[in-house]
Nanobody, 111 residues
Framework: QVQLEESGGGLVQAGGSLRLSCVTS????????VAWYRQAPGKQRELVAT???????NFADSVKGRFTISRDNTKNTVYLQMNSLKPEDTAVYYC?????WGQGTQVTVSS
């Protein structure tokens, strides 16, 4: 059974940084694209960033230039580095390897 486990969320002041991690188990994930999504209270879940098996990345316009995504296939881990955080980045962040979802990690950015 495939499991995804996110970590690294927390409370940070505006302008600060956090690094989220998504560790996968139960399947070799090196050949699969991985995505980070987020969902703020009262809003729909939205795609934040993706990384292909070859390392190509894509980002939502709202986070371009501030977030980076990377993967370490030897550790079955994908990272989301979030810099220059804004209060509007506050959300639960989820890792996805189709069709699986992690349980999410809360990110709260105070103003």
């Amino acid at each position: 059974q495939v499991q995804l486990e996110e970590s690294g969320g927390g409370l940070v002041q505006a302008g600060g940084s956090l690094r989220l991690s998504c560790v996968t188990s139960g399947r070799t994930f090196s050949g699969y694209p991985v995505a980070w999504y987020r969902q703020a209270p009262g809003k729909q879940r939205e795609l934040v960033a993706t990384i292909t098996s070859g390392g190509s990345t894509n980002f939502a316009d709202s986070v371009k230039g501030r977030f980076t995504i990377s993967r370490d296939n030897t550790k079955n881990t994908v990272y989301l580095q979030m810099n220059s955080l804004k209060p509007e980045d506050t959300a639960v962040y989820y890792c996805r390897v189709q069709p699986y979802w992690g349980q999410g990690t809360q990110v709260t950015v105070s103003s």
